[in-house]
């Protein structure tokens, strides 16, 4: 009988200090969960995501929708703060400013 690897869902997403401001984010990449919930709320479905971005699995992208679902205030909070930073850059520098 062979064993499939088992991967412990906690390790899918992470947070590091000196990536997106310590924001929670796939393990191993910078691309947020923030970001994923936000192209999931625009009507991708995860599997459109994960064929949109190839270096995901749908697992991961499976893994941050369920980050999102259990922790909907604090990633919301973190949108609402990008969206203002945007808006004070815009109102700073005159012109739409690009989010990361």
Known sequence: MV???V???GTLIDRDPKIRGGR???AG???TVSRIAGWYKMG???EEIALEYPHL???QVHAALAYYHVNRDEIEADVAQEEAASLQLEHQ???KATRQ
Do not use: D, H, N, V
């Open 7 to 9: 991967t412990e869902i």
């Open 24 to 26: 929670p984010k796939i």
């Open 57 to 59: 699995t749908l697992a």
């Open 29 to 31: 990449t910078g691309l």
């Open 3 to 5: 064993m499939a690897s």
């Open 44 to 46: 991708m479905t995860p």
């Open 93 to 95: 520098f005159g012109t």
